[in-house]
Protein backbone atom coordinates (compact mmCIF):
# COMPACT_ATOMS: atom_id res chain seq x y z
CA UNK A 1 0.00 0.00 0.00
CA UNK A 2 1.65 3.35 -0.88
CA UNK A 3 0.51 6.41 1.22
CA UNK A 4 1.65 9.65 -0.15
CA UNK A 5 3.79 11.69 2.42
CA UNK A 6 2.60 15.03 3.15
CA UNK A 7 6.34 16.21 3.04
CA UNK A 8 6.68 15.68 -0.53
CA UNK A 9 6.25 18.66 -1.84
CA UNK A 10 7.95 20.64 0.94
CA UNK A 11 11.16 18.17 0.17
CA UNK A 12 10.82 19.00 -3.74
CA UNK A 13 10.77 22.72 -2.91
CA UNK A 14 13.69 22.49 -1.00
CA UNK A 15 15.51 20.64 -3.58
CA UNK A 16 14.84 23.71 -5.95
CA UNK A 17 16.67 26.13 -3.60
CA UNK A 18 19.12 24.40 -2.22
CA UNK A 19 22.40 22.33 -3.20
CA UNK A 20 21.75 19.83 -0.63
CA UNK A 21 19.11 19.24 1.86
CA UNK A 22 19.58 16.46 4.51
CA UNK A 23 16.00 14.51 5.03
CA UNK A 24 15.81 13.12 8.76
CA UNK A 25 14.30 10.70 10.59
CA UNK A 26 14.11 6.86 12.50
CA UNK A 27 15.31 4.25 10.65
CA UNK A 28 11.75 2.85 9.02
CA UNK A 29 10.15 5.70 9.03
CA UNK A 30 10.09 5.75 4.96
CA UNK A 31 12.68 8.10 4.23
CA UNK A 32 14.07 5.98 1.13
CA UNK A 33 10.63 5.30 0.09
CA UNK A 34 10.42 8.96 -0.15
CA UNK A 35 13.74 9.34 -2.04
CA UNK A 36 12.88 6.71 -4.36
CA UNK A 37 9.54 8.85 -4.74
CA UNK A 38 11.56 12.25 -5.71
CA UNK A 39 14.16 9.75 -8.18
CA UNK A 40 11.14 8.92 -10.20
CA UNK A 41 10.76 12.77 -11.14
CA UNK A 42 14.23 13.52 -12.10
CA UNK A 43 17.87 12.08 -13.08
CA UNK A 44 19.01 10.37 -9.89
CA UNK A 45 21.85 7.91 -8.50
CA UNK A 46 21.03 5.88 -5.07
CA UNK A 47 23.99 4.84 -2.96
CA UNK A 48 23.69 2.89 0.50
CA UNK A 49 26.28 3.84 2.74
CA UNK A 50 26.09 0.65 4.62
CA UNK A 51 26.46 -0.97 1.68
CA UNK A 52 29.79 -2.30 0.73
CA UNK A 53 29.90 -2.24 -2.55
CA UNK A 54 28.46 1.32 -2.61
CA UNK A 55 31.25 2.80 0.07
CA UNK A 56 33.60 1.46 -2.74
CA UNK A 57 32.58 3.71 -5.16
CA UNK A 58 33.30 6.64 -3.13
CA UNK A 59 36.52 5.89 -2.38
CA UNK A 60 37.14 8.89 -4.42
CA UNK A 61 34.37 10.50 -3.31
CA UNK A 62 35.12 14.01 -5.32
CA UNK A 63 35.60 12.52 -8.32
CA UNK A 64 33.14 9.86 -8.28
CA UNK A 65 30.63 12.24 -7.64
CA UNK A 66 32.15 15.37 -9.99
CA UNK A 67 31.16 12.25 -12.67
CA UNK A 68 27.79 12.90 -11.42
CA UNK A 69 26.98 16.27 -11.20
CA UNK A 70 24.23 16.01 -13.79
CA UNK A 71 22.11 13.86 -11.53
CA UNK A 72 20.58 13.89 -7.87
CA UNK A 73 22.42 11.92 -5.89
CA UNK A 74 20.65 10.40 -3.12
CA UNK A 75 23.33 9.26 0.08
CA UNK A 76 21.28 6.97 2.44
CA UNK A 77 23.08 6.50 5.94
CA UNK A 78 25.06 9.13 5.35
CA UNK A 79 26.06 9.45 9.27
CA UNK A 80 28.11 6.07 8.40
CA UNK A 81 30.28 8.71 6.40
CA UNK A 82 31.15 11.56 8.19
CA UNK A 83 34.35 12.21 5.93
CA UNK A 84 32.29 12.57 3.10
CA UNK A 85 31.00 16.42 3.84
CA UNK A 86 34.50 18.12 3.15
CA UNK A 87 33.92 16.38 -0.17
CA UNK A 88 29.93 17.25 -0.64
CA UNK A 89 31.28 20.99 0.53
CA UNK A 90 33.74 20.95 -2.49
CA UNK A 91 31.46 19.50 -5.19
CA UNK A 92 28.82 21.81 -4.47
CA UNK A 93 30.95 24.76 -4.45
CA UNK A 94 32.26 23.62 -7.43
CA UNK A 95 28.86 23.14 -9.43
CA UNK A 96 28.43 26.89 -8.27
CA UNK A 97 30.62 28.46 -10.21
CA UNK A 98 29.40 26.18 -13.35
CA UNK A 99 25.74 27.55 -12.56
CA UNK A 100 24.41 24.24 -10.81
CA UNK A 101 22.90 25.81 -7.38
CA UNK A 102 20.52 23.13 -6.35
CA UNK A 103 19.11 20.09 -6.11
CA UNK A 104 22.68 18.32 -5.97
CA UNK A 105 22.71 16.03 -2.87
CA UNK A 106 19.41 14.13 -1.08
CA UNK A 107 21.33 12.98 2.66
CA UNK A 108 19.68 10.72 4.46
CA UNK A 109 19.97 10.06 7.89
CA UNK A 110 18.73 8.14 10.91
CA UNK A 111 20.35 10.20 13.63
CA UNK A 112 20.47 13.52 13.74
CA UNK A 113 23.19 14.68 16.18
CA UNK A 114 25.83 12.82 13.79
CA UNK A 115 24.62 14.60 10.51
CA UNK A 116 24.38 18.08 12.55
CA UNK A 117 27.65 18.18 14.40
CA UNK A 118 29.26 17.02 10.67
CA UNK A 119 27.59 19.33 8.39
CA UNK A 120 26.73 22.29 10.42
CA UNK A 121 29.84 23.73 9.87
CA UNK A 122 30.96 22.16 6.69
CA UNK A 123 28.10 22.57 4.65
CA UNK A 124 26.94 26.09 6.23
CA UNK A 125 24.58 27.71 3.33
CA UNK A 126 24.25 24.70 1.76
CA UNK A 127 22.11 22.64 3.37
CA UNK A 128 18.51 22.37 4.53
CA UNK A 129 17.13 20.16 6.63
CA UNK A 130 13.60 18.38 7.22
CA UNK A 131 12.31 15.41 9.55
CA UNK A 132 10.68 12.62 8.44
CA UNK A 133 7.99 11.35 10.70
CA UNK A 134 6.49 7.92 10.78
CA UNK A 135 3.04 8.20 9.65
CA UNK A 136 0.62 10.70 10.86
CA UNK A 137 -3.54 10.32 11.40
CA UNK A 138 -3.58 12.63 8.34
CA UNK A 139 -1.47 10.20 5.88
CA UNK A 140 -3.59 7.55 7.56
CA UNK A 141 -6.88 8.98 6.37
CA UNK A 142 -10.78 8.80 8.15
CA UNK A 143 -11.13 5.17 10.74
CA UNK A 144 -7.37 4.72 11.32
CA UNK A 145 -6.53 7.03 13.89
CA UNK A 146 -6.99 4.00 16.84
CA UNK A 147 -4.96 1.52 14.85
CA UNK A 148 -2.70 4.87 14.26
CA UNK A 149 -2.63 5.12 18.15
CA UNK A 150 -2.24 1.49 19.21
CA UNK A 151 0.56 0.19 16.74
CA UNK A 152 2.16 3.57 16.06
CA UNK A 153 2.92 5.15 12.30
CA UNK A 154 5.95 3.35 11.19
CA UNK A 155 4.36 2.08 7.83
CA UNK A 156 5.17 -1.50 8.42
CA UNK A 157 4.15 -1.55 11.81
CA UNK A 158 0.86 0.46 11.20
CA UNK A 159 -0.36 -1.23 7.57
CA UNK A 160 0.35 -4.75 8.95
CA UNK A 161 -1.86 -7.43 8.16
CA UNK A 162 -2.64 -8.27 11.91
CA UNK A 163 -2.13 -6.97 15.52
CA UNK A 164 0.37 -9.80 16.09
CA UNK A 165 2.25 -9.47 13.03
CA UNK A 166 2.66 -5.61 13.74
CA UNK A 167 3.68 -6.55 17.24
CA UNK A 168 6.32 -8.81 16.07
CA UNK A 169 7.61 -6.07 13.39
CA UNK A 170 8.04 -3.49 16.25
CA UNK A 171 9.96 -6.05 19.01
CA UNK A 172 11.98 -6.91 15.70
CA UNK A 173 12.79 -3.13 15.43
CA UNK A 174 13.67 -2.38 18.79
CA UNK A 175 16.17 -5.16 18.71
CA UNK A 176 17.79 -4.10 16.09
CA UNK A 177 18.54 -0.47 17.24
CA UNK A 178 19.76 -2.09 20.73
CA UNK A 179 22.21 -4.91 19.53
CA UNK A 180 23.26 -3.56 15.87
CA UNK A 181 22.17 0.51 14.69
CA UNK A 182 23.62 2.15 18.01
CA UNK A 183 26.61 0.31 19.08
CA UNK A 184 27.17 1.17 15.08
CA UNK A 185 27.21 4.82 15.86
CA UNK A 186 29.57 4.25 19.40
CA UNK A 187 28.01 4.04 22.09
CA UNK A 188 29.10 1.42 24.73
CA UNK A 189 26.38 1.20 26.14
CA UNK A 190 24.92 -2.84 27.03
CA UNK A 191 21.68 -3.65 24.97
CA UNK A 192 19.82 -4.76 27.96
CA UNK A 193 20.87 -1.79 30.26
CA UNK A 194 19.68 0.63 27.46
CA UNK A 195 16.32 -1.89 27.15
CA UNK A 196 15.75 -1.40 30.36
CA UNK A 197 15.97 2.49 30.65
CA UNK A 198 13.61 2.73 27.00
CA UNK A 199 11.22 0.64 29.01
CA UNK A 200 11.15 2.59 32.11
CA UNK A 201 11.01 5.95 30.13
CA UNK A 202 7.78 3.59 28.65
CA UNK A 203 6.22 3.46 31.38
CA UNK A 204 6.58 6.98 32.57
CA UNK A 205 5.19 8.16 29.40
CA UNK A 206 4.51 11.99 29.43
CA UNK A 207 5.93 12.31 33.26
CA UNK A 208 7.91 15.04 34.44
CA UNK A 209 11.83 13.25 34.10
CA UNK A 210 13.13 12.30 37.82
CA UNK A 211 16.82 11.91 36.36
CA UNK A 212 17.69 10.29 39.81
CA UNK A 213 14.82 8.09 40.06
CA UNK A 214 15.56 6.75 37.14
CA UNK A 215 19.44 6.68 37.91
CA UNK A 216 18.52 4.65 41.25
CA UNK A 217 16.44 2.22 39.16
CA UNK A 218 19.58 1.34 36.74
CA UNK A 219 22.02 1.72 39.26
CA UNK A 220 24.01 4.09 37.72
CA UNK A 221 24.61 7.94 38.51
CA UNK A 222 22.25 11.19 37.06
CA UNK A 223 24.92 12.25 34.62
CA UNK A 224 24.49 8.76 32.50
CA UNK A 225 21.20 8.91 32.99
CA UNK A 226 21.35 12.16 30.82
CA UNK A 227 23.75 10.51 28.70
CA UNK A 228 21.12 7.65 27.68
CA UNK A 229 18.49 9.96 27.64
CA UNK A 230 20.68 12.19 24.95
CA UNK A 231 21.28 9.32 22.87
CA UNK A 232 17.60 8.40 22.21
CA UNK A 233 16.41 12.01 21.72
CA UNK A 234 19.40 12.52 19.26
CA UNK A 235 18.43 8.94 17.22
CA UNK A 236 14.76 10.49 17.39
CA UNK A 237 12.91 8.19 19.47
CA UNK A 238 12.40 9.93 21.92
CA UNK A 239 11.18 13.83 22.71
CA UNK A 240 11.77 15.95 25.62
CA UNK A 241 9.05 18.46 25.90
CA UNK A 242 10.19 21.53 27.41
CA UNK A 243 8.25 23.52 30.30
CA UNK A 244 6.88 26.78 28.98
CA UNK A 245 9.43 29.58 30.14
CA UNK A 246 7.78 33.26 30.52
CA UNK A 247 8.76 36.28 33.00
CA UNK A 248 5.31 36.34 34.03
CA UNK A 249 7.16 35.95 38.08
CA UNK A 250 5.19 32.25 38.30
CA UNK A 251 6.83 29.53 39.86
CA UNK A 252 6.95 27.19 37.03
CA UNK A 253 7.58 23.66 36.96
CA UNK A 254 11.39 23.85 35.28
CA UNK A 255 11.71 20.05 34.61
CA UNK A 256 10.72 18.49 30.95
CA UNK A 257 8.34 16.14 30.24
CA UNK A 258 9.82 12.93 28.28
CA UNK A 259 7.57 10.69 25.71
CA UNK A 260 8.77 8.04 24.01
CA UNK A 261 7.50 9.55 20.37
CA UNK A 262 6.05 6.18 19.04
CA UNK A 263 3.19 5.17 20.77
CA UNK A 264 3.43 1.54 19.23
CA UNK A 265 6.88 1.42 20.44
CA UNK A 266 5.08 2.16 23.73
CA UNK A 267 3.33 -0.66 23.68
CA UNK A 268 6.28 -2.88 22.42
CA UNK A 269 8.16 -1.91 25.14
CA UNK A 270 5.47 -2.51 27.78
CA UNK A 271 3.89 -5.91 25.94
CA UNK A 272 0.51 -4.49 24.98
CA UNK A 273 -0.32 -6.27 22.14
CA UNK A 274 -4.48 -5.19 21.79
CA UNK A 275 -7.09 -2.42 22.21
CA UNK A 276 -8.66 -3.85 24.65
CA UNK A 277 -5.16 -3.91 26.88
CA UNK A 278 -4.29 -1.07 26.31
CA UNK A 279 -7.82 0.41 27.20
CA UNK A 280 -7.25 -1.41 30.82
CA UNK A 281 -3.72 -0.14 31.47
CA UNK A 282 -2.21 2.68 33.24
CA UNK A 283 -0.13 3.88 30.51
CA UNK A 284 -3.71 4.35 28.60
CA UNK A 285 -4.35 8.16 28.79
CA UNK A 286 -0.64 9.07 28.46
CA UNK A 287 -0.02 6.98 25.50
CA UNK A 288 -2.65 8.76 23.44
CA UNK A 289 -1.37 12.02 24.69
CA UNK A 290 2.14 11.25 23.35
CA UNK A 291 0.28 10.05 19.95
CA UNK A 292 -1.43 13.13 19.86
CA UNK A 293 1.53 15.62 20.58
CA UNK A 294 3.28 13.81 18.00
CA UNK A 295 0.94 14.17 15.14
CA UNK A 296 0.50 17.27 16.16
CA UNK A 297 4.35 18.67 15.62
CA UNK A 298 4.50 16.48 12.40
CA UNK A 299 2.00 18.76 10.52
CA UNK A 300 3.38 21.76 12.51
CA UNK A 301 4.92 24.24 9.90
CA UNK A 302 9.00 24.54 10.43
CA UNK A 303 10.46 26.42 13.46
CA UNK A 304 6.74 25.81 15.30
CA UNK A 305 7.65 25.76 19.00
CA UNK A 306 6.19 22.68 21.52
CA UNK A 307 6.15 23.50 25.44
CA UNK A 308 3.78 22.28 28.38
CA UNK A 309 2.32 24.63 30.93
CA UNK A 310 2.61 23.71 34.35
CA UNK A 311 2.66 26.11 37.57
CA UNK A 312 3.15 25.37 41.24
CA UNK A 313 -0.70 27.24 41.59
CA UNK A 314 -2.36 24.10 39.93
CA UNK A 315 -2.38 25.85 36.36
CA UNK A 316 -1.81 23.31 33.40
CA UNK A 317 -1.92 22.66 29.74
CA UNK A 318 -0.98 19.34 27.80
CA UNK A 319 0.50 21.18 24.42
CA UNK A 320 1.27 24.95 23.94
CA UNK A 321 1.97 25.67 20.20
CA UNK A 322 4.06 28.80 19.08
CA UNK A 323 3.83 29.26 15.51
CA UNK A 324 6.98 31.24 13.46
CA UNK A 325 4.84 34.33 13.76
CA UNK A 326 4.54 34.19 17.67
CA UNK A 327 1.27 33.30 18.57
CA UNK A 328 0.59 30.39 20.56
CA UNK A 329 -2.28 27.50 21.00
CA UNK A 330 -3.08 26.10 23.78
CA UNK A 331 -4.42 22.18 23.28
CA UNK A 332 -5.52 20.07 26.06
CA UNK A 333 -5.58 16.16 25.44
CA UNK A 334 -8.18 13.55 26.69
CA UNK A 335 -9.17 10.57 26.27
CA UNK A 336 -12.51 10.26 27.24
CA UNK A 337 -15.69 10.77 24.54
CA UNK A 338 -16.81 13.41 26.78
CA UNK A 339 -14.26 15.46 27.64
CA UNK A 340 -14.48 18.27 30.56
CA UNK A 341 -11.86 20.82 31.56
CA UNK A 342 -10.07 21.57 34.86
CA UNK A 343 -9.57 24.76 36.88
CA UNK A 344 -5.87 24.38 35.82
CA UNK A 345 -6.81 24.56 32.70
CA UNK A 346 -8.32 27.65 32.70
CA UNK A 347 -5.86 29.48 34.68
CA UNK A 348 -3.35 28.29 32.54
CA UNK A 349 -5.22 30.06 29.73
CA UNK A 350 -5.52 33.06 31.76
CA UNK A 351 -1.42 33.52 32.46
CA UNK A 352 -0.38 32.18 28.74
CA UNK A 353 -3.46 34.38 27.02
CA UNK A 354 -3.28 32.04 23.76
CA UNK A 355 -4.35 33.15 20.40
CA UNK A 356 -6.76 29.59 20.46
CA UNK A 357 -7.48 27.28 22.97
CA UNK A 358 -8.55 23.34 21.95
CA UNK A 359 -9.56 20.12 23.43
CA UNK A 360 -8.85 17.02 21.20
CA UNK A 361 -10.48 14.28 22.11
CA UNK A 362 -11.43 10.85 20.44
CA UNK A 363 -14.86 11.80 18.74
CA UNK A 364 -15.12 13.71 15.68
CA UNK A 365 -17.55 16.45 16.66
CA UNK A 366 -16.40 19.92 16.99
CA UNK A 367 -17.86 22.10 19.30
CA UNK A 368 -17.28 24.48 22.32
CA UNK A 369 -16.57 23.17 25.20
CA UNK A 370 -15.84 26.49 27.54
CA UNK A 371 -15.74 29.85 26.31
CA UNK A 372 -13.02 30.74 23.73
CA UNK A 373 -12.32 26.71 23.39
CA UNK A 374 -13.22 24.06 21.49
CA UNK A 375 -13.51 20.12 21.42
CA UNK A 376 -12.78 18.46 18.39
CA UNK A 377 -11.25 15.20 16.74
CA UNK A 378 -7.39 14.69 15.96
CA UNK A 379 -7.80 14.57 12.38
CA UNK A 380 -10.05 18.26 12.54
CA UNK A 381 -7.46 19.76 14.72
CA UNK A 382 -4.45 18.44 12.41
CA UNK A 383 -6.30 20.35 9.43
CA UNK A 384 -6.32 23.52 11.51
CA UNK A 385 -2.60 22.86 12.53
CA UNK A 386 -1.35 22.36 9.00
CA UNK A 387 -3.35 25.28 7.91
CA UNK A 388 -0.57 27.33 9.46
CA UNK A 389 1.52 26.98 6.69
CA UNK A 390 -0.26 29.12 4.22
Known amino acids: MMINRRLQSTLEQLLNLYPAVALLGPRQAGKTTLAWAIADQRASIYLDLESTVDQAKLQNAELYLTEHQDKLVILDEVQRAPGLFQNLRGVIDQGRRQGRRSGRFLLLGSASIELLQQSSETLAGRIAYLELTPLNALELGEGQTETLWLRGGFPDSVLADSNSISMKWRQDFISTYLERDIPQLGPRIPAETLRRFWSMLAHNQGELLNAAKLAAALGVDGKTVARYLDLLVDLLLVRRLKPWHTNSGKRLVKSPKTYVRDSGMVHALLGISDKEALLGHPVCGRSWEGMVIENCLSVAPAHTEASFYRSSAGAECDLLLTFPDQTTW ?61
Open 330 to 390: AIEIKRSLAPSLTKGFYFAQEEIKPKASFVVYPGAETYPIAKDTQAMGLLSLLNKIAEQHV
